[in-house]
């Protein structure tokens, strides 16, 4: 069952990078700012729940992402997606802006008011989302391997008992 949630959870990263590209490339050279921060933000999640471990503790690792062969530098990329996730979904810091207070000062050097001064941070870009897809689709593929090897294991174990040992096992 974890196996699954997880191949669902990059599969949710990769319609998120389907959507992210889109959206970046947006007619008029203007991406929607809240759409591409709200699906970039739900793909960080989604990837990042891949890596944690669920009940039966099948949570991928770093050597799952040498193993699935993801083009590029997926493995110096993986912490990266971790620390974006963690900036994204940070419960007090503000992603999109980065604020700061100082003192104006009049010609002499005495203080003659205050200067609040903020910083856009930039959208996500293109390559960064086709690199996460990457990665995705990589791990995807890895995992769905894996799928079909518990579900053998699984059907093996059901397939000779009698009727009513199968009904007593938990619907």
């Known amino acids: 069952v974890d196996l699954v949630a997880t191949f669902e959870e990059l599969q949710t990263v990769l319609r998120c990078c389907e959507r992210l590209v889109t959206a970046l490339a947006a007619p008029d050279g203007v991406p929607d700012d809240v759409l591409v921060e709200a699906v970039w933000t739900m793909a960080l999640l989604s ?4 890596f944690s471990a669920g009940e039966v503790g099948t949570a991928l690792t770093e050597d799952d992402i040498t193993a699935a062969k993801a083009h590029g530098d997926a493995l110096a990329w993986h912490p990266v997606l971790l620390q974006l996730r963690d900036h994204y979904a940070d419960p007090v810091v503000n992603p999109r802006e980065r604020y700061s207070v100082g003192v104006a000062q009049d010609p002499s050097g005495a203080p003659s008011g205050v ?3 903020s910083g856009r941070q ?3 870009d293109d390559l960064t989302v086709r690199q996460t897809g990457a990665i995705a689709y990589a791990l995807s593929a890895l995992v769905d391997e894996r799928i ?14 009698p009727k009513s040992t199968l009904d007593k096992l938990a619907q």
């Open 115 to 117: 200067a609040i001064t």
């Open 148 to 161: 079909t090897a518990q579900q053998e294991k699984v059907f093996a174990e059901v397939k000779d008992p």
């Open 122 to 124: 930039p959208l996500v």
């Open 47 to 50: 990837y990042a729940r891949c």
